[in-house]
């Protein structure tokens, strides 16, 4: 790994970002319990400087590290959750939203943006675990159908970061049913040839791995991200004994032929440009 | 020998009193036909007031009633020429999802359908009819089998969700699926999907993109049990039946909610009890939407289908709410 030489350069050349964060912040890695300033933290894309943990981030700190200069437009910011089955278990569906609303300052579990990522124009649909989990309900989904059909209607690629633990319960049926309305709409993108990246991170699993998610031209994984259809609790429960080490990692779905590479955060961006300008330069 | 279920308990005793009157008619020393008629009249009036007001937890306790007609049963019944089709010619056959051509009433379709097992032996060759990738690659097979010969599709659901295993997770269960629900929205054939049993999330979507989506009238679909919905949400197994209510999870609700197209009926207190009538309301049923549909062009086809899934889901656009 060459992780020394990324942060030290990104330490040297790149101190604007350093600005947004407040001095004093640190952060303690939760695998290898290092504290890395928070300013360095950003610098090196959230991702520990001595031990490679790809700290959990939501689709602020994406669209940041993917869109040029870290400019960006954010599409379809006003679509807000229903509650269309007057859902209530231990607490009001509407009152689950408002308090993730308030908590996390996000409308919902999904954020779509469309800027450049190394002059290449790109749409990225990217999820907030943060909020309910990343769990996928009507938003998300209306959020993901556009934004397939705004890279369909402009010929711009899509990426979708998925970080979800699966379907939104809340909203039942109504969210089995994204599955079907995002994969009906990744069909179309998919006769009008316009690339599409699907970007697995931890945790992607449930009704978001069984629809969009696997769908990608290319399935691409942050390292050691936990990625799979039924989750590991469900599965050791059912078999009735302790998972193989690994099981269900992006490293294991690269060994089985789901995944095409697994690509670090801090390099994400230069491979994903790299990616694209081999496979779609405009006519 | 019949099962009941907890609030079947009237129709059990009146059947029992019901089985004594002809017993002792049968050794024919004293004439109860009267007797009998009036009792299998009340039954049938006490049925229909038990079947009218299920709830939710009920339908779903119905669905998985041991008797109930599986797959095979019904594709028996109304294509009688049935040539089953195995595999998925990467892996293996999978025994949870069973598929072929069939002719329906002049009509050959492709019958796909998740198969449960009706005993403990029968049950594990099924796999409890939760199937693995391969199941939704055999079934996604065939679908193109279908189209390249231009013949319509009739999918059958009835699984209490797709297998979690390693296995399952090896071979890729996520993208099986997946790629399902993208195929099977371009198909250029008449796609028919029918509830017949449990439809339990993307197990049972996997086989469930079509022009119409019909529910039987005691069946469940939805992402999740009412049981895993309850030990996950209220940390607990007891609320099963709250669950139930909670997910709007019966053939009335999804049709309210539009999220699927109809209703079939069936015979009084379920399938299990005719199930050559629920065959053959079934077979009517198909036979009417596919007049409907086979009018449509392979490209009007397609694009109802995926506009009816895109209009699919509830959120509010600057406070205006649409669903
Ligand atoms: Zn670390």
Wanted: some cysteine.
């Amino acid at each position: 790994m060459s992780w020394f030489k990324r942060v030290a350069d990104g330490i040297t050349t790149k101190s604007k970002e350093k600005k947004y964060v407040p001095d004093g912040l640190w952060e303690k890695c939760p695998r290898c319990k290092t504290i890395t300033q928070m300013s360095d933290l950003v610098e090196n894309k959230h991702v520990c400087p001595s031990c490679s943990y790809h700290y959990k981030i939501g689709s602020h700190e994406y669209f940041n590290i993917l869109f040029d200069e870290e400019k960006y437009k954010e599409l379809y910011a006003d679509i807000e959750s229903g509650d269309p089955l007057n859902f209530t278990d231990t607490k009001p569906y509407t009152a689950r939203i408002k308090d993730s609303q308030n908590k996390t300052g996000l409308k919902d579990a999904l954020r779509v943006a469309t800027g450049k990522m190394n002059g290449v124009k790109i749409v990225v649909s990217c999820m907030d675990f943060s909020f309910i989990g990343g769990s996928m309900g009507s938003v998300m989904g209306e959020k993901i159908a556009r934004s397939i059909d705004y890279a369909r209607e402009n010929h711009i690629p899509l990426l979708i970061i998925s970080k979800s633990g699966g379907a939104r319960m809340m909203e039942a049926a109504f969210s089995l049913m994204q599955m079907a309305k995002t994969s009906a709409k990744l069909a179309l993108l998919n006769q009008e040839g316009v690339p599409y990246l699907s970007i697995l991170t931890d945790p992607t699993t449930g009704g978001v791995t069984a629809s969009f998610a696997m769908l990608g031209d290319f399935n691409i994984a942050e390292p050691e991200a936990l990625i799979g259809f039924a989750g590991p609790r469900v599965i050791k429960e059912t078999i009735g004994k302790d998972l193989p080490k690994g099981f269900q990692s992006s490293e294991f779905l690269q060994e089985h032929g789901f995944v095409d590479f697994i690509v670090p955060r801090t390099e994400m961006k230069d491979k994903l440009s790299t990616l694209l300008k081999q496979i779609y330069s405009k006519k | 020998m019949t099962n009941y279920l907890d609030f079947e308990k009237p129709v059990e005793e009146m059947v029992e009193q019901l089985e004594k009157l002809k017993e002792t008619q049968a050794k024919g020393k004293v004439d109860m036909s009267d007797a009998i008629a009036e009792l299998e009249k009340k039954l049938i009036e006490i049925k229909k007031d038990i079947y009218r007001n299920l709830n939710g937890w009920q339908k779903v306790q119905l669905s998985r009633h041991p008797e109930r007609p599986y797959s095979l049963d019904y594709i028996h019944q109304i294509a009688p020429d049935f040539i089953e089709l195995h595999g998925d010619r990467q892996v293996k056959d999978d025994k949870a999802i069973v598929g072929g051509f069939g002719t329906i009433d002049g009509q050959t379709f492709m019958i796909i359908g998740h198969q449960k097992g009706r005993n403990t032996k029968e049950r594990q060759y099924r796999n409890f009819g939760m199937p693995n990738p391969e199941g939704y690659r055999k079934a996604l097979r065939l679908m193109k089998l279908a189209e390249k010969f231009k013949k319509p599709i009739l999918t059958l659901i009835d699984t209490p969700g797709a297998s979690p295993g390693l296995e399952a997770e090896e071979r890729g269960q996520g993208e099986a699926i997946a790629k399902n629900l993208m195929e099977m929205a371009v198909l250029k054939v008449p796609v028919i999907c029918v509830v017949i049993g449990e439809g339990a999330s993307g197990g049972a979507l996997g086989i469930g993109v079509g022009d119409r989506v019909m529910m039987m009238q005691y069946t469940w679909y939805s992402v999740i049990s009412p049981e895993s919905c309850s030990s996950i949400l209220w940390r607990s197994w007891d609320f099963k039946a709250k669950a139930a209510e909670a997910l709007k999870l019966t053939p009335d609700d999804m049709y309210g909610n539009k999220l699927i197209d109809g209703i079939i009926s069936e015979p009084l207190g379920g399938a299990h009890y005719n199930p050559a009538e629920a065959s053959e309301i079934l077979k009517k049923e198909v036979k009417k939407l596919y007049k409907e549909l086979k009018e449509l062009s392979p490209e009007d086809l397609i694009h109802k289908r995926i506009e009816k899934f895109s209009n699919m889901g509830s959120y509010k656009e600057n406070s205006n709410l649409s669903a």
